[in-house]
């Protein structure tokens, strides 16, 4: 992304790249009256482009009450070269639904590899006719349906597998199982743990059980509580082994059993001494929110930007998660119904995959990455719009968490409120405190299957009253093109003498080109403990 100074100033000129035929096909917005625009890269090498591309408005917009992915199409109609008919290709086979596409903006005088690339993807619909017809179709981001399953078709209980197994675990996925799953920390301050997730049995001795699969890949921890139906519990060591097809897995051998029924008909996992998944490199433990996500996507048919999420991997480690899955799933759809709805995240696609905005409801001015003065090049577009209403806001949120993987029973709770009863489960909000006097009562109940950590719990809540507290504004401007450099989540502040905003942070909720023309759509979250009232 260019900087603030390479716009001011500059040219915008917006490219569009299509790769079909075994050929490349490029167009630009505008080129010099001697001919096609030529574009040089840093090695010397230029690339043409013809003129005459008429270019969409492009509108990136993420709403951060979404968990959905948020997707760019942009619909173009042009005209190939000369020699080229498109028909002709298309009848010898051709197919010109399988082309793909590159819409960058760029700035005239850059290095052809500065441009800014805002989409990639297929083509929708395309349309042709004869030669010297133009070509209509929609440039779409990949799609958002994950042709993947986890855990893998392998990774399960069969003869291939275990050859000693029992029938009651035929058929079994190995679980695939992350952070601590069933330890947790009582409202007392007290170290405990419960069932967390299941432990399968591969092999018998017997009546008795001798080996147990608690986990379908590597773990870090180093031992672990192995509970049977009755509920005893005792500790037993792990080990990283293969099943007979040479598939990493954890076990635990229970012939030294002491407490435990071998005989029981089921057992379970607490994870009182480490945590289960590590990453690729066998030793990295993945249990931050942004680690796990990155990680299930990592195994979805869906491009991922890595790079990306390594940007917001700090800011994510505050939210710890645990569980397991042990049934096949989507890995997009498990994050979007287990994790998002936990963090400050939308998920949006860009040319490199998904990666995640991050939304910093509480951000101070110190955060602010510009400032835009309402004045000469900054117009207003339309008034200041609520997005929420006094009904919808939030002042006390109610968590459920810590399950009992056996009943699915969830043995912690807490309460952000505006006061507390006492209850050592209930935390007060000055936020809530503020919002309870202005809107009168407004309660949310949330549960989750993936927290066990009270800190993480806490900051789930927290997160939805900075959120949510207040209603919310939203204003627009259009302003210079040396913005341009501004994306959807930056934090900015914001002055406007008439509308009195003096300073004030905003949330930079949409983008919008429409030829050089940019506009920005920005989000007013109100913090009373930060704005200057």
């Known amino acids: 992304m260019p900087t603030a100074a390479e716009f001011t100033g500059a040219d915008v000129v917006w490219l569009l790249t299509l790769t079909w035929a075994g050929r490349v096909f490029r167009w630009a917005t505008s080129t010099p009256d001697t001919g096609p625009r030529i574009l040089t890269d840093a090695d010397g090498a230029t690339y043409a482009y013809e003129g005459g591309l008429r270019m969409p408005a492009v509108d990136r917009r993420v709403s951060l009450q979404s968990t959905a992915v948020d997707g760019l199409a942009l619909g173009f109609e042009v005209l190939f070269p000369s020699d080229v008919d498109v028909a002709e290709l298309v009848s010898r086979g051709h197919d010109l639904s399988t082309a793909t596409a590159e819409v960058a903006l760029h700035l005239a005088g850059g290095f052809y590899e500065d441009r800014d690339v805002v989409l990639t993807g297929g083509l929708r619909k395309p349309a042709y006719d004869v030669a010297g017809e133009p070509v209509r179709f929609t440039v779409e981001a990949e799609g958002y349906d994950d042709g993947a399953l986890i855990p893998a078709a392998s990774l399960r209980v069969t003869l291939s597998t275990w050859s000693g197994r029992p029938t009651v675990s035929e058929g079994l996925y190995y679980p695939i199982v992350f952070g601590t799953p069933g330890a947790f920390v009582t409202s007392a301050g007290t170290s405990t743990v419960t069932s967390g997730s299941p432990a399968i049995v591969v092999a018998v001795s017997g009546a008795n059980a001798s080996t147990l699969l608690i986990a379908g890949h590597k773990c870090a921890a180093t031992s672990v509580r192995i509970y049977d139906a009755a ?27 002491g407490t435990i029924d071998r005989t029981s008909d089921e057992f379970w996992v607490g994870w009182n001494s480490g945590a289960a998944l590590v990453d690729a490199d066998g030793s990295t433990v993945v249990q931050s929110a942004g680690a796990l996500a990155q990680w299930m996507l990592d195994r979805s048919t869906l491009s991922v930007d890595r790079g990306r999420w390594a ?13 397991y899955i042990d049934e096949p799933v989507e890995p997009s759809e498990w994050v979007d119904d287990n994790v998002l709805p936990l963090i400050p995240v939308t998920i949006a696609s860009g040319p490199s995959g998904r990666y995640p905005i991050l939304w910093r409801y509480a951000a101070s001015a110190a955060d602010a990455v510009d400032h835009i003065e309402h004045g000469p090049g900054v117009t207003r577009v339309g008034g200041i719009e609520y997005v929420t209403l006094r009904h919808e806001v939030t002042n006390e949120v109610r968590f459920d968490f810590a399950k009992r993987a056996k009943n699915g029973q969830a043995y912690r709770s807490v309460t952000v409120l505006a006061e507390s009863g006492g209850s050592a489960e209930e935390f007060p909000s000055r ?11 407004r309660v949310v109940q949330i549960t989750s299957d993936v927290v066990y950590d009270q800190s993480t719990a806490l900051a789930v809540c927290e997160d939805i009253l900075s959120r949510d507290a207040f209603a919310q504004r939203a204003v627009v401007y259009q302003v210079p093109q040396e913005y341009g450099h501004l994306d959807v989540g930056d934090v900015v502040t914001l002055t406007d003498a008439e509308r009195h905003f003096t ?15 940019l506009t920005l ?5 109100e913090q009373p403990d930060r704005d200057d009232r």
């Open 231 to 257: 509920g005893a519990g005792e500790n037993f060591n792990t080990t990283t082994t293969t099943d007979d097809l040479g598939q990493t897995v954890t076990t635990v051998d229970v012939t030294g059993a």
């Open 311 to 323: 940007a917001v991997g700090s800011r994510l480690g505050r939210y710890k998660l645990a569980g």
């Open 431 to 441: 936020r809530a405190v503020l919002s309870l006097a202005r809107s009168g009562p």
């Open 503 to 517: 300073n004030l942070v905003a949330l930079v909720e949409g983008v919008q080109w429409d030829g050089d023309v």
């Open 521 to 525: 759509r920005l989000l007013l979250i």
